[in-house]
Every structure is written in structure tokens, then in C-alpha cells.
């Protein structure tokens, strides 16, 4: 089977989960909604390792992936500002909608910094892209970011010792991304599950829209800090041994 096969049963149960959060208000139809969730987000894991495995990886996979991802969360807000029927429901749903996607792409973009550096990549050779409107403005995001980030990249290219350097900025950064963990898909689909089980999904844009919005400001500021304390003078030790 291929990636983008898995990728396409991962969006069929992500639709299915929004189906069933059409009747949020009954507790059945939640506990549906979150197994058919926990189904995509396996298949949203296991299609970038089949990639990996069979060496398939492309840049229309990539951003397949990425649609697959908001598309699910996209539809299932929808579906539950219509159940809702208010204009208040809906100007929740979507300024969490869009306080998502800013969310996503900075803790994408940022998890994908840390693994590649961990391994002494200092990101020389970007990964491929479809180029498509929809990609590049969702790159564009982080785009600002990576002029901030890209500091600690030009040392870790000059760095005569990139494998150390990557590994000593690993362990110090590693807290910074546990915590910026919770940005992800999974704590998402348990927080619109428990919203939902309680009798209110409003709760759920709203932990959206203010605790991770304030979380991810906060961990990219340290993160920023890390980086820092590693390259500037006082940190720049390991960029020399």
C-alpha cells in the first residue's frame, strides 16, 4: 500500500469522526467520533514511515499530508458550528479554525528544525515542494521564524563539529519541544472530545484560541532562547570543539 493510499484512509476516517460529531451532544456519537479520530491520526503517522520506508517520500505527499491533516479539523469544525447554529458558534469556530492552522505550521515547522538538527543537518537542502498556492501559503507561516532560527543554522554549518553541536543543542531543546507537544493533532482530537462529552465544544475553540495560542508564543520564545545561549558568546563552545 502505498503512502498516499494510507493517507486517503486516514482522511475517510477523519470524515467519518466528523459525522459523528454532527450529534456532539450525545455521548455515544463522541466516543465515535474519537476512535474514528484516533483511527486518522494512525494513518497520519503511518503514511510519512511508509514513505520513509519505501523511499517514496515526494513533495505532493507532503502536502497531501498536510490537507489531509486540516481538511479533518477544518470539516469537523464545521460540523459542529452548524449543529450549534449560532453566529456565535460560528465566530468561535473560526477564529480557533485559523488560530489552528497558524498554530500547526509554526510547531511543524519547528519540530522539523529539531530533528533535523539533532542530526547535525543545519538544513542546507530544504525538502521538496509542489510549489502550489496552497503550500506556500501555508509555508509562509513560518516563514518569519526562519530568519529568526536560521541563525543558529549558520552555526551549526560552520560548526567543525556538527554531529556534537546538534547533540548537545538536542538535549537542551528537547524540553522546549515536549512542551510545544501539546500544539499537536493528538491532544487537539482528546480536547474536542472531552468539550464535546461535557456538553460544550465552545470550550474547545476557546482552549484553541487563548492556552495554545499563548503556549506556542511562549515556546518559541524559548526556544529562540535556546538557540541563543548555544551560539552567542557564553554558549558558542560547542560550535568550536
Not at 491520526?41 to 520513509?52: K, P, S, T
Not at 498536510?66 to 469556530?93: K, M, N, P, Q, R
Not at 510549489?131 to 530568519?147: F, K, N, P, Q, T
Not at 536560521?150 to 546538534?166: M, N
Amino acid at each position: 500500500m502505498s503512502a498516499n493510499a494510507v493517507s486517503f484512509i486516514g482522511l475517510a476516517l477523519g470524515i467519518g469522526a466528523a459525522i459523528a460529531y454532527w450529534n456532539w451532544d450525545t455521548p455515544i456519537a463522541a466516543v465515535i467520533g474519537l476512535i474514528l479520530s484516533i483511527g486518522w491520526l494512525i494513518a497520519d503517522g503511518l503514511d510519512g514511515m511508509v514513505a520513509r520506508a519505501t523511499q517514496t517520500a515526494s513533495a505532493f505527499g507532503r502536502l497531501l499530508d498536510g490537507i489531509c491533516d486540516h481538511g479533518v479539523f477544518i470539516l469537523i469544525y464545521i460540523v459542529i458550528a452548524t449543529s450549534i447554529g449560532t453566529g456565535e458558534g460560528w465566530a468561535l469556530a473560526i477564529v480557533a479554525g485559523a488560530a489552528h492552522i497558524v498554530q500547526s505550521s509554526l510547531y511543524e515547522a519547528e519540530r522539523a528544525r529539531f530533528h533535523r538538527r539533532v542530526r547535525g543537518d543545519s538544513g542546507e537542502s530544504p525538502p521538496a515542494r509542489t510549489g502550489g498556492l496552497l503550500e506556500r501559503c501555508y509555508d509562509a507561516i513560518s516563514h518569519g521564524v526562519d530568519r529568526v532560527a536560521g541563525r543558529f543554522d549558520q552555526a551549526l554549518r560552520s560548526s567543525r563539529d556538527p554531529a556534537r553541536f546538534g547533540l548537545d543543542y538536542g538535549l537542551r531543546a528537547a524540553p522546549v519541544m515536549k512542551l510545544m507537544a501539546l500544539e499537536s493533532a493528538n491532544m487537539r482530537v482528546l480536547a474536542i472530545f472531552v468539550a464535546c462529552l461535557v456538553g460544550n465544544p465552545r470550550l474547545f475553540w476557546w482552549f484553541e484560541i487563548v492556552p495554545l495560542t499563548l503556549l506556542i508564543i511562549a515556546t518559541l520564545v524559548w526556544h529562540r532562547r535556546v538557540e541563543a545561549d548555544l551560539v552567542h558568546p557564553g554558549g558558542a563552545a560547542p560550535v568550536n570543539t
